[in-house]
C-alpha cells in the first residue's frame, strides 16, 4: 500500500477567502492561525486575541467555523475522487489517498504526487504533503512538512527519526515526561525501550509506534461518496459579470469530476446556482443549468459548454457565492478503438458532443436539433424535430412512432431536400417545366388520404398526389407531383 497524506494547516483561514490581508482565526479568545502578513507582525498560533490586537489593530478576525472547514473537507475529499476511490477525512484538517493501484494511471508516484498537489492548491489550499507506506506514517511526515519522495518499510525508522515530537500532538505532560528522558525527536524516542514507554505513558503510543512503522495493521474508515452531488463555494469577492465566474466555477466542476470518477459514471445535466449578496432587497439566486449531448464527466468538456453560457448570463446582483447540483450519475458508454489509426479518427464521437454542446451553449437549445421520420406516407407530415443526442453516435431504440410493418415497407424514392412548400410549375404540352421540360424518370407513385386532420388549424388534411422522379435539362434530380391543382416541385435529390 502507499498512502498520500494531504494536511491542511491553513483551512481554517482558507474558509474565509473574503478576509482581506493581514487577518487571523480565533477560538476561545486565542489564535489559532494567522496569515503570512499577520504572521510577520508576531500574530502566532496560540496569542491571546488581545495581544494579537494590540501588535496589529488592523487585524482581521473571525471566530472558527468547524462546519465551513468540514464541507470544504468533504469538497476537497470529492475532489481527490478523480485520483483514488480510497479516501479517508480525518477531524485534523488531513486527507489520506490510498495511491498504490493509480500509480500506473497517473504516471508513477512523482507523478501523481506533484498532480495531486497542484490540484489541491487550485482548488484553493496550500497543502504539506507526503508520501509513505503506512497511513500513519504519511500523517507525521506531512504534519512535520517531509515532502521527499516515497519510501519502502525499511526507510520508514530513518525518516521518520527526524520528525519532532511535536507531529505526535502529544498532551503537554506526556511530552514533558518524554523529555526528561532526553527525548528530542522521533529518533530518540524510537531508540527507548517499548515496554517502558508502555509502562510510564500507555500502550497507546507504542501502539501507534508500531502502525506507522507498518508492524501492526492500521486501517481505516474510507470517505463515503455522496449520492448526489451538491457543493457551494464562497467568493473572496464580489462578482459583477458573469463572465468572471469561471475561474471559481471550475473548481466545483473539477470536484464534481472527481466524484464522477469514484462512483464510475458520468452527467448529463448540472445546475450551477449563483447566490447574490444580501442585504434589504435580498435576490434569489440566479439558476443556470447545463446539458450535455450525453453522459460525461470531461472537466474540460464541461467548462468549455458553462463559458459559452456565462458569455451570454445577466447578473440581477453581484455574486458572493456558488453552487452546483447534480442528480444520481449514469453509466457511461464504452468506445471502442482500431488497432491501426485511420484517416479521420479524430472526428469522435467526443469531438461531435463538443461541437452540439457548444452549438447549443451558443444558439440555444431550440435552435439545434436533429429529424426523427414518424410513419407518416404524407411527406410533410413524415418526420418531427427531436433532441440532438443521436448527433453523437449513441444507439437509440426505434422510433415508438413507427409501426413495425411500417419501419420495413417499401416506397419509392425519397429525396434529402424537401421544400418548406411545393413549388407551382408550368406545363406546356402536357409536360412539367423547370427550367425547360422534364423528362420523367420514375412513377408514378400514388400518396393520398389524409381525412383526419382535415378540420384541424394548419394541418395538411386530405391530399390526392401523383409523385414522379424527373430529371431537368440542368441534369438535377428532382421530386415532383401532380394533383388536381397542377404539377408542383416538392423536393431535390442530392
Excluded at 111 to 135: I, M, N, S, W, Y
Excluded at 253 to 270: H, K, N, P, Q, V
Amino acid at each position: 500500500m502507499l498512502w498520500l497524506a494531504l494536511h491542511l494547516p491553513c483551512l481554517p483561514l482558507e474558509v474565509f477567502p473574503e478576509l482581506p490581508s493581514p487577518s487571523a482565526i480565533v477560538e476561545r479568545e486565542r489564535v489559532i492561525v494567522a496569515d503570512r502578513a499577520a504572521v510577520s507582525a508576531g500574530v502566532v498560533a496560540g496569542r491571546r486575541l488581545a495581544e494579537a490586537r494590540a501588535l496589529l489593530p488592523a487585524l482581521a478576525v473571525r471566530e472558527r467555523a468547524v462546519e465551513r472547514e468540514q464541507a470544504a473537507l468533504k469538497r476537497l475529499a470529492c475532489w481527490a475522487g478523480g485520483f483514488t476511490s480510497e479516501v479517508c477525512c480525518l477531524a485534523q484538517s488531513m486527507l489520506l489517498l490510498e495511491v498504490a493501484a493509480s500509480l500506473r494511471l497517473f504516471g508513477g508516484a512523482a507523478k501523481l504526487f506533484e498532480d495531486v498537489v497542484a490540484g489541491c492548491a487550485k482548488q484553493g489550499h496550500l497543502p504539506r504533503a507526503a508520501l509513505a507506506p503506512t497511513p500513519l506514517a504519511a500523517q507525521w511526515l506531512a504534519i512535520g512538512g517531509d515532502d521527499r519522495g516515497s519510501c519502502t518499510l525499511d526507510e520508514l525508522p530513518h525518516r521518520l527519526g527526524a520528525l519532532p515530537l511535536s507531529v505526535l500532538a502529544l498532551a503537554s505532560g506526556d511530552e514533558a515526561r518524554l523529555a526528561s528522558f532526553g527525548a528530542r525527536s522521533l529518533a530518540d524516542l524510537l531508540r527507548l525501550p517499548r515496554a517502558g514507554l508502555a509502562r510510564r505513558l500507555g500502550t497507546g503510543l507504542v501502539t501507534d509506534l508500531a502502525r506507522a512503522l507498518g508492524e501492526l495493521p492500521d486501517p481505516r474508515q474510507r470517505f463515503v461518496f455522496p449520492e448526489l452531488f451538491a457543493e457551494r463555494l464562497e467568493l473572496p469577492m464580489r462578482v459583477e459579470q458573469a463572465s468572471a465566474l469561471g475561474w471559481a466555477a471550475r473548481r466545483l466542476i473539477d470536484a464534481l469530476c472527481g466524484w464522477l470518477a469514484a462512483r464510475g459514471g458520468g452527467i448529463s445535466e448540472c445546475v450551477f446556482e449563483f447566490g447574490h449578496e444580501s442585504g434589504a432587497r435580498q435576490r434569489p439566486a440566479t439558476v443556470l443549468a447545463l446539458g450535455f449531448a450525453g453522459a460525461t464527466r470531461d472537466a474540460e468538456r464541461m467548462s468549455r459548454v458553462l463559458g459559452e453560457r456565462l458569455q451570454r448570463l445577466h447578473l440581477p446582483a453581484p455574486v458572493e457565492r456558488i453552487g452546483l447540483r447534480a442528480g444520481a450519475p449514469a453509466a457511461l458508454a464504452g468506445h471502442s478503438r482500431s488497432l491501426f489509426v485511420e484517416r479521420g479518427e479524430g472526428a469522435s464521437d467526443e469531438s461531435m458532443a463538443g461541437l452540439l454542446e457548444r452549438l447549443q451553449a451558443r444558439l440555444g437549445d431550440d435552435s439545434v436539433h436533429a429529424l426523427s421520420s414518424v410513419a407518416e406516407h404524407r411527406p410533410e407530415n413524415a418526420w418531427r424535430r427531436v433532441a440532438a443526442a443521436p448527433l453523437t453516435g449513441e444507439k437509440s431504440p426505434p422510433s415508438p412512432f413507427l409501426a413495425p410493418a411500417l419501419r420495413h415497407s417499401a416506397v419509392g424514392p425519397r429525396p434529402l431536400c424537401l421544400l418548406a412548400q411545393p413549388q407551382a410549375l408550368r406545363e406546356l404540352a402536357g409536360r412539367p417545366q423547370c427550367g425547360g421540360p422534364l423528362r420523367l424518370l420514375a412513377g408514378p407513385e400514388r400518396i393520398e388520404s389524409g381525412w383526419w386532420d382535415a378540420a384541424e388549424p394548419d394541418a395538411l388534411g386530405d391530399v390526392c398526389r401523383d409523385y414522379f422522379v424527373a430529371i431537368s435539362r440542368r441534369d438535377e434530380w428532382l421530386w415532383i407531383f401532380r394533383s388536381r391543382a397542377g404539377w408542383f416541385l416538392h423536393g431535390v435529390f442530392a
